[in-house]
């Protein structure tokens, strides 16, 4: 086994679950534990660190230096691709949206990602939208060379192998399947992962952080292992749309940190937990049901508001 792969193989399985007592404004009768992959690496944390996993000894193995990907100027991927170059030795490349950018001061994601040595090149919507397309590749390997090449969110084949490692973990954890896991759905990448390993009796819950998203829009269907029944269900909390939030929202999230001493962010766990506690209110859960959420990480991207949030309940 080869130092990058030693490296990966230690960080796999080592955020811990935790049960969280009382979490919630208002008591509901279920067993929330959090699965910390917040906790997976100080810089390269949750679903971002699985989906990157089999990409980079896929990047070793195919004896690339460097990683490509591409992200808008607030993206949790290419922050997490930056520190990941950083810590595993790759040279990267992001491909940000929105040429206006470049004559602008750095936000702390861009900034970020900028201090750990990746190389940020602004490109126009209209060419951000070629992404996908073999001429445009082909224009960005001419210019930066040979690069392993990472799609927007980082969701692929092989990152699906890395989210699908979650539901295992837990059940090793708690020594038993749980009725439900839930996790917030950008991508699609990590609840795809959550249906592939699923076992019958659970049922994977999404909790989908942006408008007009929907099953046939996911990579599910196309990574789900063959198992009887649908396990899996998708609710829309997203608040206004993706990376948008209101005061209710804020609210919650500041009371679920002071309760549980646990912070989250906006973006995705916290309308996921909003999204948990409001089916529970609602008798969507039998009482006393173990439910498991994921906590995907992203704190970068927390609010500074919910730093002074007045607590309205």
């Known amino acids: ?17 935790q049960l969280l007592a009382d979490p919630f404004p208002e008591s509901v009768d279920i067993n929330l534990f959090l699965k910390r992959d917040d906790l997976l690496h100080p810089l390269v944390s949750g679903n ?13 193995e195919q004896q690339y230096t460097t990683l490509l990907t591409f992200g808008g100027a607030y993206s949790n991927h290419i922050h997490a691709t ?6 595993f030795g790759f040279r990267t490349i992001g491909i940000v949206r929105g040429e206006e950018l470049a004559g602008k001061p750095l936000n702390d994601t861009l900034r970020f990602c900028q201090e750990v040595g990746m190389h940020l090149h602004f490109v126009s919507r209209d060419a951000y939208r070629r992404k996908d397309t073999p001429d445009f590749l082909a224009e960005l390997t001419d210019q930066f060379g040979p690069c392993y ?9 092989l990152a699906i192998k890395g989210t699908a490692e979650i539901i295992p973990e837990i059940i090793a954890q708690l020594g038993y399947a749980p009725a439900y896991v839930c996790c917030p759905v950008g991508t699609g990448g990590t609840v795809a992962g959550l249906v592939q390993s699923a076992p019958a009796g659970t049922d994977v819950l999404g909790f989908v952080v942006l408008k007009g998203l ?4 996911l990579p599910v269907a196309q990574y789900r292992s063959e198992q009887p029944g649908d396990c899996l269900t998708l609710f829309h909390y997203p608040f206004g749309g993706y990376a948008k939030t209101t005061p209710e929202l804020l ?17 995705y766990t916290g309308k996921m937990l909003y999204g948990i506690y409001d089916l529970a209110r609602q008798g969507y859960f039998p009482n006393g049901a173990t439910v498991v959420a994921v906590h995907t990480g992203g704190l970068q991207g927390r609010s500074a508001a919910l730093d002074s949030v007045f607590l309205s309940f």
Do not use: C, H
Not at 82 to 87: F, I, L, R
Not at 149 to 155: A, D, I, L, S
Not at 214 to 217: A, I, M, Q, V
Not at 251 to 267: G, Y
């Open 251 to 267: 609210n919650f999230i500041r009371a679920f940190e002071l309760k549980t001493n646990v912070l989250i962010e906006q973006v």
């Open 214 to 217: 929907g099953p046939d829009s």
């Open 82 to 87: 930056a520190a990941a170059g950083q810590v």
């Open 48 to 60: 971002k660190w699985r989906k990157l996993k089999y990409n980079l000894l896929a990047a070793r």
């Open 149 to 157: 090449v990472v799609p927007e969110g980082g969701t692929n084949e």
């Open 1 to 17: 086994m080869d130092e990058l792969a030693r490296q990966l193989a230690n960080l796999a399985g080592n955020s811990p679950l």
